[in-house]
């Protein structure tokens, strides 16, 4: 277990980098590109994501087994397990990106004024970055100050973010329902925080190809 000292340092760093990505995104407003990856010839199962809230529908999530095997492996046991079923969208920030899956504080049958601080019970992974870029609908892994720290939360790009390429683990794209992703309910404030009744991920299954 980390001490609360280092578990508040790297949210304090995690938060002033998404507060200076924030910014920049303001001050640099990108085009929204379309998707830019030929999926068809990328190995990995398919992540069905049905979403309520303000959002309501299904997104197809593309896992790139080939390009970040470890944290698909991660992707298919908490699916496996539930984990993700019933967790909120406790990050969202427009025209930048909607954050997820913090299996720990983000249930929103339970109380979630900690989402975004969790992780799973399984170690936390080394970063698997690769030359793909975080544009519209992609998929990346969230994490603290160091480089090899995700663990089970996500996000999803509403526009391309130059800014994260190489810095981030790219593990997936949204390849059907961007139209369900652009409704997902946005927070206030530089961090994107959602108030309220933030939108929830009520079912998260494998597809079968």
Known sequence: MRSSNILFGALLILGLAILGAYYWYQANPQPVAAVPVAVGDVEGPVMDIEVAGEANGRMLVKLF????????????????????????????????????????????????????????????????????????????????????????????????????????????????????????KRGAGGNGEVSGDPDVMTSVTLLVE
């Open 65 to 184: 087994a080939d390009v970040a095997p470890q944290h698909v492996e991660r992707f298919e046991k908490l699916v496996a397990s539930g984990a993700y079923d019933g967790v909120v969208f406790h990050r969202v920030i427009d025209g930048f990106m909607a954050q997820t899956g913090d299996v720990q504080f983000g249930k929103a049958d339970g109380d979630i004024s900690r989402a975004g601080q969790g992780a799973s019970d399984l170690p936390d992974l080394p970063a698997e970055f690769s030359s793909l870029p975080f544009e519209r609908g992609m998929v990346g892994m969230a994490r603290s100050a160091s480089p090899d720290s995700a663990n089970s939360q996500f996000f999803i790009m509403f526009a391309p973010a130059p800014h994260l390429n190489g810095q981030y683990t790219v593990v997936g794209q949204v390849i059907e329902g961007l139209e369900v992703l652009d409704s997902i």
